[in-house]
């Protein structure tokens, strides 16, 4: 059976930036708004010591506002220099307003 654990409200998304920073299972997640399709992924850029939640979103990319490094939300995938890996992504429901991730099995 699936867990799944309340990270945030939609409405905590900023309407600004697109972004918010959550701790889930004791790691950093930014939550995106793509156009009211939530995405999960980690928060700190593989490349360097940034939150993504403080970078750039822009047609379902965001870009690290340490490196300006871009990835694709929807896939992780790296889409220039200087970034290389992929982010982690996380599984997400939406139910009632109420964002959740999936847990980690135990």
């Given amino acids: ?13 900023s309407a600004d930036t697109g972004t918010l ?3 889930h299972e004791g790691e950093g997640v930014c939550l995106y708004n793509l ?11 593989p490349h360097g010591n940034a939150s993504l939640a403080d970078g750039y979103l822009e047609d379902g990319t ?3 506002p340490l490196h300006q490094g871009v990835f694709d939300i929807r ?5 220039c220099p200087p970034v290389k890996t992929d982010l ?11 964002v959740y991730l999936k847990a980690d099995a135990a």
């Fill in 21 to 23: 920073r959550v701790v």
């Fill in 75 to 79: 896939t992780g995938k790296p889409q």
């Fill in 35 to 45: 156009e009211g399709d939530i995405c999960a992924t980690q928060d700190r850029c």
């Fill in 88 to 98: 982690r992504r996380y599984e997400v429901r939406v139910e009632a307003g109420t």
């Fill in 1 to 13: 059976m699936d867990t799944w654990k309340p990270v945030a409200m939609v409405s905590d998304i």
């Fill in 62 to 64: 965001i870009e690290c």
